[in-house]
């Protein structure tokens, strides 16, 4: 069955602090993967796009890394400030469009806090 | 550009209503989608167009209809509400299809709040 897992669901960290999202698949064959941010209220918007050639993706200070041996993603989010409250959703997707061939966690809700 | 956007932001329908959840966008996207959040889910595909004139059905389609006549629109319509309708609903688009070895974006809007009472 294809499934994307995220750990943990929830997560609180003090304001400047690091952290690190998991994500696990098991969606076959792989394609690409994108962790995406999600205010509260709001569309999700991406952080960063991985296809299976690539193991590593910077966006300022969010990092992604990908193991498609394991089938594990991580999001390292260093420095956390404030405004980085919000959900993150890590997306997998198989090589074609359409009914079910993309993916989505249910997310990780991160709370930074002063 | 203003992206996607997304009308009405909120919205409380009685079980039996029909209503249009309307989507645009000003990017000249071919893809474009719907989807649904519900708490504890991942969001899910309901209807998805690769141009105008294009639609398919996506992962849960049942109660909900697409059409398509112009690149910019992509409206989704309740044709008779349900109270497991009430949901956030999301629209997204993108230059080319978010699967693949692609490294576009895909675009999401703002969303609509729906309750189905």
């Known amino acids: 069955k294809n499934q994307v897992e995220q750990s943990p669901q929830s997560l609180i960290i003090l304001e400047g602090k690091n952290c690190t999202l998991q994500c696990n698949y098991t969606v076959s064959p792989f394609s690409n993967l994108r962790w995406y941010k999600q205010d509260t209220g709001r569309g999700p918007v991406s952080l960063t796009i991985?296809?299976?050639?690539?193991n590593t993706k910077s966006n300022g200070r969010y990092t992604a890394t990908l193991d498609a041996d394991t089938k594990q993603s991580s999001l390292h989010i260093t420095a956390s400030q404030l405004s980085d409250s919000a959900s993150y959703i890590c997306?997998?997707?198989?090589?074609?469009?359409?009914?079910?061939?993309?993916?989505f966690g249910t997310g990780t809700r991160l709370t930074v806090i002063p | 550009n203003a992206g996607v956007t997304q009308t009405p932001k909120f919205q409380v329908l009685k079980t039996g209503q029909s209503m249009t959840l309307q989507c645009a966008q000003d990017?000249?996207?071919?893809?474009m989608s719907w989807y649904r959040q519900d708490p504890g889910m991942g969001l899910r595909l309901i209807h998805y167009s690769v141009g105008a004139g294009i639609t398919d059905q996506g992962e849960v389609p049942n109660g909900y209809n697409v059409s398509r006549s112009t690149t910019e629109d992509f409206p989704l319509r309740l044709l008779s509400a349900a109270p497991s309708q009430t949901s956030v609903y999301f629209c997204?688009?993108?230059?080319?299809?978010?699967?693949?070895?692609?490294?576009?974006?895909?675009?999401f809007g703002p969303g609509t709040r729906l309750t189905v009472l």
């Open positions: 997204a688009s993108s230059y080319s299809p978010p699967t693949g070895t692609s490294r576009n974006e895909q675009f």
């Open positions: 997306v997998v997707s198989r090589p074609s469009w359409g009914a079910n061939n993309l993916f």
């Open positions: 990017m000249n996207h071919e893809y």
């Open positions: 991985m296809t299976f050639s690539e």
